[in-house]
């Protein structure tokens, strides 16, 4: 589709504010955002959570106790958090963003009650943000609300740092939950250590895939009109009981007109503004390291593919899963978590990985000992030109030369 037929402001359901303003309150607020009010913190306890059987799948991942909701006041409304730990010196945060049509239960929670993923969690503080209106139970929000950008819901997360007195963050987001963590790390980039983005398209939608959204709207169910951002066509025409289960979920614990909301915004994006170094004049693109995940035939794969483009390819991992459709962290969050174990280590958090298979200790798999030397190789050469960092990054015992690595590091596994 040629660049004629993009249009980066699809007009908006209920909206009759102009662009331009909205992008001059965003600025403005950015610019003077005022401290944060903490209003709400209560421990997630089992009568809270309601009795609905649907919920079931969704509850495993967190023990009484263990997790705090909070609710924070942002420069653009309120925001639901779910946090666990503390800040532990100047380790990041792991922070992470779901995608539209799911929550932080529905989106993570298989991938955080991995085993492994357990043992890395331990060691740092975890904390899961929900879109406005997002989170199971919430209540319906109100008639003519606007719902914040995308811009906007990037620009809430500075508060959440702040609040819980984060010092840096390494941000995992799913499709508009990797979107919006992008677009955290490009206006605030001191704040972002890391970034694993699953699923994410850097383009606004063009007019014509604009309309085709809305006409599916007006013919389907708002749950049948997200699976298929969510799920492969293979997922979708098999009816997986995965497919099967998420349908019932998303149409039982999320509320229907925030959903609508927040779909509707997504789909109102604009491009990420961002370019790999050289292409463009004055190019920006992301600092941080980052890994992209994606799963063969994911409805994201072109998206995902086209990041990679505007990404430095000394920083990045472009990490391709087989068999694992739409989400990854769904269907292999064992895959998964070992990538982000080598993740971690190459930016020198987790001296060495264990493999608990393997009674010989951190033996790594081939595909992911080349991730990890990727990754080192790339950290090293940008620690280079940071002296700033104490941190040491972990080195390969490989031959080749670190700071080699002149092209992204693709990974299939």
């Known amino acids: 589709m040629g660049p004629g037929l993009f249009w980066n402001f699809p007009p908006k359901a209920g909206c009759t504010v102009p ?28 009568e809270q959570r ?9 509850e495993q991942l967190m023990p009484v106790g263990d997790w705090k909701e909070h609710d924070i006041e942002t420069p653009y409304g309120m925001l639901h958090v779910v946090i666990r730990g503390a800040p532990k010196g100047n380790k990041p945060a792991i922070l992470t963003y779901h995608d539209v049509g799911l929550n932080h239960k529905l989106c993570f929670n298989t991938f955080f009650n991995n085993e492994d993923m357990q043992e890395i969690t331990k060691h740092f503080v975890v904390c899961h943000v929900d879109a406005p209106g997002q989170q199971i139970g919430a209540s319906q929000l109100p008639q003519g609300y606007q719902y914040p ?33 992008a677009k955290f790390a490009l206006i605030f980039p001191d704040l972002v250590e890391g970034l694993v983005l699953l699923n994410i398209d850097p383009n606004g939608k063009g007019w014509i895939d604009w309309a085709a959204t809305k006409l599916s709207g ?25 497919v099967q289960s998420y349908r019932q979920q998303i149409n039982n614990t999320v509320n229907q007109f925030n959903l609508q909301l927040f779909w509707n915004m997504y789909n109102s994006r604009r491009d990420l503004e961002m370019n790999r170094s050289g292409t463009v004049l004055n190019a920006k693109t992301l600092k941080c390291p980052a890994m992209l995940v994606v799963g063969d035939n994911a409805p994201a794969e072109e998206g995902v593919v086209e990041c990679n483009s505007k990404l430095d390819p000394t920083n990045t991992t472009f990490l391709k899963m087989a068999d694992s459709g739409g989400l990854p962290q769904l269907t292999q969050p064992g895959k998964l978590t070992e990538a982000f174990k080598y993740f971690l280590q190459g930016m020198g958090y987790i001296a060495y990985v264990k493999d608990r298979r393997l009674s010989g200790g951190p033996v790594p798999s081939a595909s992911m000992t080349r991730l990890a030397r990727s990754r080192t190789a790339s950290l090293t050469s940008a620690s280079s030109m940071d002296g700033s960092r104490s941190r040491a990054c972990t080195h390969s015992d490989s ?6 690595v002149t092209q992204t590091m693709e990974v299939s596994c």
């Open 399 to 404: 031959s080749e030369g670190v700071g080699t």
């Open 218 to 242: 007006l013919t389907s169910a708002l749950p049948d009109t997200v699976l298929p951002h969510l799920f492969s066509q293979e997922e979708l025409m098999n009816n997986t009981e995965l």
């Open 50 to 58: 309601g009795g609905d059987s649907d919920m079931d799948s969704c």
């Open 19 to 46: 662009q331009s303003l909205l992008q001059t309150i965003l600025l403005s607020r950015m610019a003077g955002m005022k401290e944060q009010q903490f209003t709400e913190e209560k421990p997630l306890l089992p």
């Open 149 to 181: 950008t995308m811009d906007q819901l990037a620009g809430m997360l500075p508060t959440v740092v702040q609040h819980f007195g984060f010092k840096s963050i390494v941000g995992i987001g799913v499709g508009a939950g990797a979107y919006i963590l």
